[in-house]
């Protein structure tokens, strides 16, 4: 054990949402100002967001001829949709099966697809390959243009409200280039055991690893995972994923989302409460509505989630001592202009499938600190001195030494203790009242945005399909989505399901 840090906070709130970058939610948070602080003190005083330059990405137009395309705010006329941009999920693997389409392309394509993994040392990526790494030809109506439209704080006001109450970083990369499942490991686990995508369609799959609830358990820190989808074997995303997670059930609660808001409510929280959002997935105008801003599924009942999750701890007993973090696993195939440097440790030695060393973060996401310690407008990077940029790593290290465990003693990998931390954001003693936000406010009307005629959404477009999948294990709606793109498809293989469900789930799990 060694001396705990952040001692005046005494519960720690953890929400992880999905697949966006800092550029398409929080681009235009500091349009016309500047934070009034910024960690460390002496580190650049304005914002890292759209409003530093005039950002684009080339693709071919139907002669051949190369144009430039400007990424610019969500359109205001997009008929009810424009809370649900981009309109299908873009590619989000670090290189898609049978081509490079994928992170690294996105990272350093041009109009051009890559043909490999860039040199080791190469410097950072242009961010020039979005566009061309999204668009296909079945894109009538927005022509794959909407993967260059971001959000402004009026069309998120949630989300950029509290970015602008407390504490943002324009400097937080997520720790690969790739996607959910091996991301997460790294906020858990320190690694992903050598994995640099999901290792199949369903995203079933589980690391064999130790995760931080065990050694906050082990250090006498109670926790909590509160959830609202069953994924899998009757169990949530995490608890299946992490499966050395249920060795550490002492002084710990596995329970619904309720429970949350109950608990929030009376001040029972435990010191450490991990919340999982509703999943959402999706194919173009087929898709499962959640509350996770996973693309292409509408974000506004995302920023709504959000703000129900802190009007909650905010206005229970036990936030004078809490502190929420809230950050994004992955971009998910969003635009962002700042490149992710390359030199990150590889925790393990291991190569992902294509080769990739593990020796590049992934892109910027965004990731809060809210707390009564935090002053408001506050943006904060790495710390002075720090050989690296926060990623997920950065969750674990503090965690662990929130709870008076040395970091070089655990079974983490090697990233994790090298990665910095982010406790001197935090000050000693109240200096934020907090932004009230109430959970039963209506969502605030959309404010119009200046932006390019975009010619409207696809035929079609809004069509969740909560109902068809009422009681399916997510796990198995997404095998559903992705294996099916009509909705009479869909809705068969739902049926068979249903006839079924211990067979459908026996295949996804066993693969």
Sequence with gaps: MVQPILPQVKNIVFLMLENRSLDNLLGWLYQDDAPAHVFPAGSAPVYDGLQTGSFQNPSYTWTGALQNYPVVPVPADLAGDQDRVPAYDPYEELKAEGSWKGVMNQLFGTQDEIGGLPPAGAPPPPMQGFLQDYYATYMAGWQGLDILWTYTPGQLPALNSLARSYAVSDRWFCSVPSQTNPNRAYSVCGTSLGRESNLNATAVEQFDAPTTFNYLAQAGKSWGLYFTDVWTANQSYTEYTFPRLSQAKTNAEIATLPTFFTRASAGTLPDFTYLE??????????????????????????????????????????????????????????????????????????????????????????????????????????????????????????????????PGTVSMGARMPMAPTFEDVLAGDHVNDGLPLSPAAALRPLTPTTGPTAGGPPAGAGRPLDAVFDGIPFAAIRAILSANDGLAGIVEAARRFRLDPEAFEGRLTAQ
């Design 277 to 406: 959002p509703t999943w959402g997935y999706g194919k173009g105008v087929l898709f499962r509505q959640g509350t996770d801003y996973h693309p292409p599924t509408h974000v506004l009942p995302g920023d709504d989630f959000l703000r129900s999750v802190y009007a909650a701890v905010r206005s229970g007993p036990q936030w004078p001592g809490t502190l929420l973090i809230v950050t994004f696993d992955e971009h998910g195939g969003t635009f962002d202009h700042r490149g992710p440097p390359a030199g990150a440790i590889n925790p393990d030695g291991l190569k992902g499938a294509s080769g990739f060393n593990f020796d590049r973060f992934g892109a910027r996401v965004p990731t809060l600190l809210i707390s009564p310690f935090v002053r408001p407008s506050t943006v904060f990077r790495e710390p002075t001195g720090s050989q690296y940029p926060l990623d997920h790593t950065s969750f674990v290290k503090t965690l662990l030494r929130w709870a008076g465990v040395d």
